[in-house]
């Protein structure tokens, strides 16, 4: 009930990509924004990315932009996030959260903002 599954994480060479999978259990993410998050050894869990219900709008942290892109499929009740030019420095837990917001014209990468969350998928960028 109200979960989220996370899949995709793995291993990638640096410069090479990765696409990970939200995808919940429970309820449909149609009136949900949606974020991605990471947590790397020794490091606070920040935000990479969010995208909004209606997928209008997205949010980036600097470090990503550019190369990292989120999306979402409504039909198949999943969220994406594609990782191209990864860096040994993305390597991290990744994990998606999902609020209820619906109609929202933008969305925030703040962790008290997210109200489910997933279990994570670990990606690890070798050099």
């Known amino acids: 009930q109200l979960q989220l599954v996370e899949s995709g994480g793995g291993l990638a060479q640096s410069g090479g990509s990765l696409r990970l999978s939200c995808a919940p259990s429970?309820?449909?993410?149609?009136?949900?924004?949606v974020g991605w998050f990471r947590q790397a050894p020794g490091r606070e869990r920040e935000g990479v990315s969010c995208i909004t219900s209606s997928g209008m709008y997205t949010n980036y942290t600097d470090s990503v932009k550019g190369r990292f892109t989120i999306s979402r499929d409504n039909a198949k009740n999943t969220v994406y996030l594609q990782m191209d030019s990864l860096k040994p420095e993305d390597t991290a837990i990744y994990y998606c959260a999902a609020d209820f917001r619906y109609g929202s014209r933008e969305c925030g990468r703040r962790t008290y903002e997210y109200d489910y969350w997933g279990q994570g998928t670990q990606v690890t960028v070798s050099s």
């Open positions: 429970g309820f449909t993410l149609d009136y949900y924004t």
